[in-house]
């Protein structure tokens, strides 16, 4: 029967599962599979897998207690390996990999940071600082049928608004990298101008934390900084 694979963790890495149960409908029993130094969390595979939400949490929940106690890497929802014996020869193949990588997490937790800046404060800000913005923004007031001009405008405008959702995206990122160890930045969301996860210290998590709260305060209430943590560290693994 396929193996569905929740988590990689150390061999001697607290399993403390009781409470918990795995994916599927009934839910699936939780289980380990372990080589002299790694195991993996697993269960059955239920025969129809699909992203439902009762899944979904179950799947979290494994990866949150096992955060709670140590290092772990976390698999995405949906990985499943042939069985349980070649999961456990995946696990041997990749001992040095899998080791080295657990090390670097251990004692280390993933936030996600999501940054937005209001449209019309944006808009003001080009047509201020613009001259040919303000031109061509003016000529299409007074001209409405002007298209070229009102092309023109939108181009520019869209030019305007990329370029500086980038250069506040890279100030924003490079003024917490201090209080974090790594970084790994996401594609923007159609509402996100900067999408970027921290790898941070478990003891420097609340420092962190308020690092970025001073970065949105120092930006005002024009950017809506939304931070999500702690996070299983799927960035990093």
């Known amino acids: 029967m396929p193996t569905y694979i929740y988590a990689i963790t150390a061999a001697d890495h607290p399993l403390r599962l009781d409470g918990l149960s795995g994916v599927g409908e009934p839910a699936s029993d939780l289980r380990t599979v372990k080589t002299g130094a790694l195991g993996a969390v697993v269960s059955d595979t239920p025969a129809e897998l699909r992203a439902k939400r009762r899944d979904l949490v179950a799947h979290q929940s494994v990866l949150e207690r096992l955060m709670a106690d140590g290092a772990a890497l976390p698999m995405r929802f949906g990985l499943v390996g042939p069985d349980d014996e070649q999961v456990r020869a995946a696990l041997e193949q990749g001992k040095d990999a899998y080791t080295a990588r657990l090390s670097e997490l251990d004692g280390r937790l993933e936030y996600n940071l999501k940054v937005s800046r209001e449209e019309q404060s ?25 298209q ?23 100030e924003v990122a490079a003024s917490l ?12 969301t159609k509402t996100h101008f900067l999408n970027v996860s921290y790898l941070v210290r478990r003891d420097q998590a609340s420092a962190f934390a308020q690092a970025v709260h001073e970065e949105a305060e120092r930006r005002g209430d024009d950017y809506t900084f939304a931070l999500n943590g702690p996070l299983p560290p799927y960035s990093f693994v």
């Not at 001259?131 to 007074?142: F, K, N, V």
């Not at 070229?148 to 890279?170: F, H, P, T």
């Not at 990298?177 to 923007?188: C, F, K, Q």
């Open 148 to 170: 070229d001009q009102m092309m023109a405008l939108g181009e520019l405008v869209s030019r305007e608004i990329q370029g500086r959702q980038e250069a506040a995206g890279k």
């Open 177 to 188: 990298a201090d209080a974090a160890e790594r970084i790994s930045e996401g594609e923007p």
């Open 122 to 146: 944006l808009l003001r800000e080009i047509l201020a600082e613009s001259q040919e913005a303000r031109r061509l923004s003016e000529y299409t007031r007074e001209n409405p049928g002007a």
